[in-house]
């Protein structure tokens, strides 16, 4: 047993004298100066040099740090500096520890304990049971490095396949979701993932023509998306994050219907609001009125799709008032008008969160897309989801009513046209809020 303890010991000592041996070389030649360094390594073919890369996060970090409470330079100079330690002798090795010992050659340099813990943090979380980075300064590093290494290997075409990930680009998804939501951070996915691309397309520009690398960085022509031509690749970005915030959400336990319930509303791209909602609406369906108004709008749902591949039409439109003949179509009428006014007026927002960012100085800008949701110079008001499902709780009853009393299908063309119309406006309300028709009940 002693003789085990003591060649034990003998391991640990020389191991640990390597380590004081590297660790004071590394103190000596200084953190600022190992960054020159990473011009020299290779993070990948097309993607050019860590130092390349450095350069990229540190642009984005500059301008993400306003928005999450974070100074701005000492986001980029936490940038410059968060891949140095990987020329270091004591990562070299020992590489479990990149990031750990950037961050104590940082202190040992003098330079800000918010730079020096988001050198250590930008990494974070790197798996299932890690903490995600706190400190606003690590957390715009923290976005940058996921956002570029995403951006840059969709650029370049390198995306995971069935179970291959060689580049770990399902885990950096997986901790920009963490990170936003564990910080409760207002972020439009459509607008980030525009600007990092509108970053890394000029970075790997230069690398392709210095190389000569043909790429087609856009990933083909621009298509149109809800209100505006974005990349193709950010189109297929976002669809990759949308399946990534689903598992992500069923790991938390929330419903795989009301999941694809919100999801299937056009534009969905601000993570935190996502969930919110979905929260929200689990809440009121688990309450009497939600559960039966979902019966309501579902029989509402499905006549309107008999009625119209009968008809070959789509009912849209106002129903007229004056073919409103029964007291129960009179009072659902009314309350659909009012509920669809108080949803609209609860999900309404004085400004989206990337209205709050200053301008790229470029002719074609976009502004940032992220801001804190509560932190200063986020401004304005966030939907209210609870005050929306109470707006559609006070649907159930005229809803009920009207299946009760009146025939949808009434003799009269005039008649039944305006009550399917009646029913449209039902189906318009509830999609304000979720496509009812993807929940299951």
């Known amino acids: ?18 380590a004081k041996f590297f660790w004071e070389n590394d103190k000596r030649r200084g953190l600022a100066a190992m960054r020159p360094k990473l011009n020299e390594i290779t993070f990948h ?32 100079r936490a940038a410059e500096l968060c891949k140095a330690d990987l020329v270091s002798e004591t990562v070299g090795e020992f590489p479990e ?14 330079e800000s304990p918010m730079v020096a813990d988001a050198i250590e943090a930008h990494y974070k979380p790197q798996g299932q049971g890690d903490s995600v980075p706190t400190n606003p300064v690590s957390i715009a590093v923290a976005l940058a490095d996921k956002l570029d290494i995403l951006v840059g290997f969709w650029a370049i075409d390198e995306k995971p396949t069935g179970s291959k990930d060689p580049y770990a680009l399902r885990r950096a998804a997986l901790g920009v979701i963490r990170v936003v939501l564990e910080n409760k951070l207002r972020v439009t996915l459509l607008d980030s993932l525009e600007q990092a691309n509108d970053t890394v397309e000029h970075s790997l520009s230069q690398i392709s023509k210095k190389k000569n690398i043909g790429l087609d960085l856009r990933g083909g022509s621009r298509i149109h998306y809800v209100d505006r031509d974005i990349s193709p690749n950010t189109l297929t970005l976002l669809e990759f994050f949308a399946d990534r915030l689903k598992v992500y959400l069923r790991e938390q336990g929330a419903r795989h219907d009301l999941i694809d319930a919100v999801f299937a509303l056009p534009g969905q791209d601000d993570l935190l609001m996502i969930v919110r909602r979905v929260e929200a609406l689990g809440r009121f369906l688990e309450t009497d009125d939600g559960e039966n108004l979902l019966a309501g709008v579902k029989r509402a749902a499905n006549i309107l799709r008999i009625e119209e591949k ?4 789509a009912f849209d439109g106002e129903p007229s008032p004056a073919l409103l003949k029964e007291p129960e179509e009179k009072a659902l009428a009314k309350a659909v008008a009012q509920a669809s006014a108080d949803i609209r007026a609860a999900l309404a ?14 002719s074609k800008a976009k502004p940032s897309p992220m801001k804190a949701a509560a932190k200063p110079g986020g401004g304005g008001t966030e939907p209210d989801f609870e005050s929306a499902m109470a707006a559609l709780a006070k649907l159930r009853a005229p809803v009920d009513a009207f299946f009760e009393r009146v025939t949808v299908n009434a003799p009269e063309a005039p008649l039944r046209e305006n009550r399917l119309k009646l029913l449209a406006q039902i189906r318009a309300a509830t999609l304000a809020v979720a496509d009812f028709a993807k929940i299951e009940g």
Not at 1 to 18: H, M, Q, T, Y
Not at 310 to 313: A, L, Q, S, Y
Not at 354 to 361: I, L, S, V
Request: no cysteine; aromatic share 2%.
């Open 310 to 313: 009968k008809d070959g039409r």
């Open 45 to 76: 073919e097309k993607l050019g040099t860590q130092g390349e890369r450095v350069e990229r996060i540190a642009k984005l970090a500059r301008e993400l740090a306003p928005l999450v409470g974070a100074d701005p330079d000492k986001a980029a």
């Open 1 to 18: 047993g002693k003789a085990i303890i003591a060649g034990n010991e003998r391991v640990i000592r020389a191991r640990l004298s390597d």
């Open 349 to 362: 927002e004085t400004s989206r969160p990337n209205e709050t960012a200053p301008a790229k100085p470029k």
């Open 97 to 110: 520890l990149q990031g750990v010992i950037g961050g104590y050659l940082a202190l040992q340099a003098g």
